[in-house]
């Protein structure tokens, strides 16, 4: 009997099988590979919402708990996929710079947000009233965290490559069973992929469609990640990503003309040097409506566990959310109500 049987191996999914490997319990994966949104994410991992200069909930501790959980894995597989890179807030106005400011002294902010506005002149991009820089800032490069920690599974034969097949799975009080497989737990990490689940569809995960471009602009020259408006995140090789949209009707993880419009169309008021759009990705986020995750124990079954809706922050949220859930089933206390799943109740 193994201890864990995971369903998912995207962000979710690998953050719960660290997090069960870290602690000396055995897991299976089971994915196909069919939702993709952590894949063609930024990755980008930033403690304040910029839209708004505020702080998500324990976002101190999830960066905190993030950086040496992702150096572990680093470490182990011998990759490197933490991209340490300051994040610039071009300002728009006098306004922005005295809303920094104001965002700036508020205890909770003040760690993140640097008080000297920064001039820096880059090529190819205006900002006559400065840039405001958050500190603690990179991203994940989750194409190669994904496909390296995939791989190391496969090698270690503790991943399945097929598409789960919810009539095969049987429930008993204290394990479950799957095709030859017995666990004492499931877990689902499937992200938007919950619609399909019998067990979790009637959770409210709406899911967000999001695009961004992938543009080659050698005279661009950005050593930093600028967001305004969108973002522009420089990955090397004169690349960026430029991104992204934010689409709640249409739930295909294909790309549109009209994302590629929106995102040129605001790329173009912020940089005046040329470029090729050389790559257009989308992908369906797993949001929920009031943006927390979705975490815990379904009401019916002890031994069924849900790890989804991280949303846009998911290279934050899944490491610490994975240990919520873990100590959750080890303890058998349930999860803090604003993630717990069982605040909705539709079961």
Not at 66 to 80: E, S, T
Not at 123 to 142: H, L, P, S
Request: glycine share 8%; aromatic share 10%; with cysteine.
């Amino acid at each position: 009997m193994t201890d864990y049987l995971i369903i998912g191996g995207n962000l979710a999914g690998i953050a719960f099988a660290e997090t069960a490997l870290q602690n000396n319990k055995s897991f299976i994966v089971v994915s196909d590979e069919s939702q993709n949104s952590s894949l063609v994410a930024a990755g980008i991992y930033n403690p304040v919402i910029l839209k708004r200069f505020s702080l998500p909930q324990d976002a101190h501790e999830h960066l905190a708990y993030m950086k040496p959980f992702y150096k572990n894995i680093a470490g182990r597989l011998g990759v490197h996929f933490d991209i340490e890179i300051p994040i610039y807030r071009r300002f728009a106005s006098v306004e922005e710079q005295n809303l920094w400011f104001e965002a700036a002294d508020k205890p909770k902010l003040t760690p993140f947000l640097d008080t000297n506005i920064k001039h820096e002149k880059f090529t190819g991009i205006d900002a006559a009233f400065g840039y405001g820089r958050v500190k603690e800032t990179g991203y994940i490069d989750t194409n190669i965290l994904i496909t390296s920690y995939r791989a190391y599974l496969k090698q270690s034969n503790l991943l399945r490559h097929e598409t789960f097949q919810y009539n095969l799975l049987e429930v008993f009080n204290d394990h479950i069973t799957y095709k030859d497989i017995t666990a004492k737990h499931i877990i689902f990490a499937e992200g938007f992929g919950i619609h399909q689940n019998p067990y979790f569809k009637k959770l409210p995960l709406d899911g967000t469609k999001g695009e961004l471009l992938i543009i080659h602009a050698p005279d661009l020259q950005l050593p930093v990640g600028v967001n305004a408006g969108v973002f522009i995140l420089p990955i090397g090789n004169d690349l960026y990503k430029v991104g992204a949209t934010y689409e709640w009707d249409d739930k295909t993880a294909t790309p549109t003309a009209a994302g590629k419009a929106e995102l040129t169309e605001k790329l173009d008021e912020i940089i005046t040097c040329p470029y090729e759009v050389v790559n257009h990705l989308a992908g369906i986020r797993p949001t929920v409506k009031d943006r927390k995750a979705l975490v815990g124990t379904h009401p019916q079954y002890k031994n069924m566990h849900l790890l989804n809706g991280l949303g846009t922050r998911g290279v934050m949220l899944g490491p610490y959310m994975a240990k919520e859930l873990f100590e959750s089933i080890a303890t058998g206390v349930p999860v803090k109500r604003e993630i717990n799943l069982n605040r909705f109740k539709v079961f």
